[in-house]
């Protein structure tokens, strides 16, 4: 798949319905996402309990557009091969999950997955300077991890301008995961995001039998982040 900036909306299932992830999958593509995200939660790393390899490995046939895998776990590397062989074609780690986090992107990539480097809201981005070659994602959180419908931490705003700035012309996304709506998603669009992970705020008002709301949803906050970038 090859590299651009555009804007991309990718819709968490975490606030899909869990009984009916075939056809929520299949709604969201059809109103318009970009990406589809998976967030994977041990009850160790973070406080929640979520997927696994068995359940990506499930869904994998019905996303036609890109499964982005986010792990908040830990330790992450024995489960990179079981994502991967799941069909994940990003797999997100967190640099505060293990003190190898080089041999990890390494382990991604040699797997076949592109490789993410997520950063939690107290983390700063001095880190990843000696990362950025491995990656193809940097995934800015601006919630804590665990749980959704949390409020967005302004700081990150700032963590983005300057990541931006950091990343210079290298094909490297920057994906802003927590508390995306249509009033958040500018202030990362202007500081330099492409990637925007949003769950209750695309699922609300929609199911899998009345999907025209996730449409409106995705659009509004496509719309919101892509006015801000002209703007800026």
């Known amino acids: 798949m090859s590299f651009d900036r555009s804007v991309k909306i990718a819709p ?6 869990f009984a009916d992830f075939g056809r929520e999958i299949r709604a969201i593509e059809d109103q318009g996402c970009d990406w589809v995200h998976v967030d994977v939660m041990d009850g160790h790393f973070v406080p929640n309990l979520t997927f696994g ?18 792990l908040m776990i830990a330790p992450v590397d024995p489960y990179i091969d079981a994502f991967a062989e799941a069909g994940a074609d990003i797999i997100t780690a967190h640099l505060e999950a293990g003190p190898h986090v080089h041999r990890t992107l390494q382990a991604i990539r040699g797997a076949g997955a592109r490789a993410g480097l997520a950063l939690n809201p107290g983390t700063g981005i001095e880190d990843v300077e000696y990362l950025l070659d491995m990656v193809d994602l940097v995934c800015v959180m601006t919630v ?34 927590g508390g995306i709506t249509p009033g958040t998603a500018p202030l990362m669009a202007a500081a330099g995001a492409d990637v925007f992970v949003a769950g209750s705020a695309v699922f609300k008002g929609g199911s899998a039998v009345d999907p025209a709301p996730y449409g409106v949803n995705i659009r509004a906050i496509r719309a919101a982040a892509e006015d801000a970038r002209t703007a800026a």
């Open 53 to 70: 390899p068995p359940l990506c490995k499930a869904i994998r046939p019905h996303i036609r557009t890109l499964m982005d895998v986010h």
């Open 144 to 177: 804590n991890p665990g749980f959704g419908g949390q409020a967005f931490i302004e700081s990150q705003v700032d963590k983005v301008r300057r990541l931006r700035e950091m990343i210079g012309d290298r094909p490297v996304h920057i994906q802003i995961d």
């Open 12 to 17: 968490s299932i975490l606030s899909a319905d």
